[in-house]
């Protein structure tokens, strides 16, 4: 059983909707990433936060928008997305930035219709 | 650049050992990991290495050379469910995750 949860499970959404990912860990890590990946191929970094504040943002499109309301909870608001965005998003965290493991979510299948 | 290989494609028998190399460039090195990810599903922690040398967890150990720009993860007695995709990734001098593609390993009986 993984440890960090994400919800929901599967999304659906027009490309006019606006809904959000979340993702909540309990394993005191300060770090916490989203990823986006598509079939067959590697994670791909979206956003890193550390100790609740912004520390990368790979040049992600603002239709993504995250938040980190505290140090357990990691959001990721949607809105106007395009069907090209339809992929695996993954919520991941770590103890820190520097040399512990990421432990991932189970993900959420996101669809853009 | 910074870039990551490891072959696309692997089969093995059920109760055998197979071995998938991840040879890596990267601007500095903080630590390589092994991930195992099952289709569909979220990677899975197998492995890390920072230092030189062999580390061993049950069936599945990590080798790693950093002179060599080298590592292999090693799977003993094969079992159906270790058909998976295995990711390699490094952490560079900036603390990011380099991924390499991933090896997808097709376990036969």
């Known amino acids: 059983d993984t440890e960090v949860t994400q919800t929901p499970k599967h999304l659906v959404m027009g490309m006019t909707n606006k809904k959000s990912l979340k993702c909540e860990q309990h394993m005191g890590h300060r770090a916490m990433y989203w990823y986006k990946q598509k079939a067959k191929k590697p994670p791909e970094l979206m956003f890193v936060y550390s100790y609740e504040k912004l520390s990368i943002n790979e040049s992600v499109p603002s239709r993504f928008s995250p938040e980190c309301p505290n140090s357990s909870l990691l959001n990721l608001h949607l809105h106007a997305l395009q069907p090209e965005d339809s992929a695996l998003y993954l919520c991941?965290?770590?103890?820190?930035?520097?040399?512990?493991?990421?432990?991932f979510g189970n993900g959420t299948r996101l669809t853009v219709t | 650049g910074q870039n990551i290989d490891q072959p696309t494609e692997m089969t093995a028998t059920e109760g055998a050992i197979v071995q998938i190399n991840c040879t890596y460039q990267?601007?500095?090195?903080?630590?390589l990991f092994w991930y195992q990810q099952h289709a569909g599903e979220a990677p899975t922690f197998l492995s890390y290495?920072?230092l030189d040398g062999l580390e061993e967890k049950g069936r599945f150990s990590s080798f790693l050379s950093r002179s060599k720009g080298y590592s292999y993860l090693l799977l003993k007695e094969l079992q159906m469910k270790d058909s998976a995709s295995y990711l390699c990734?490094?952490?560079?001098?900036?603390?990011?995750?380099?991924w390499g593609a991933g090896t997808k390993l097709i376990i036969k009986p």
């Open positions: 290495n920072v």
């Open positions: 991941a965290s770590s103890q820190g930035l520097e040399y512990s493991p990421l432990h």
């Open positions: 990734a490094v952490r560079d001098s900036n603390y990011q995750l380099i």
């Open positions: 990267t601007s500095g090195f903080n630590g």
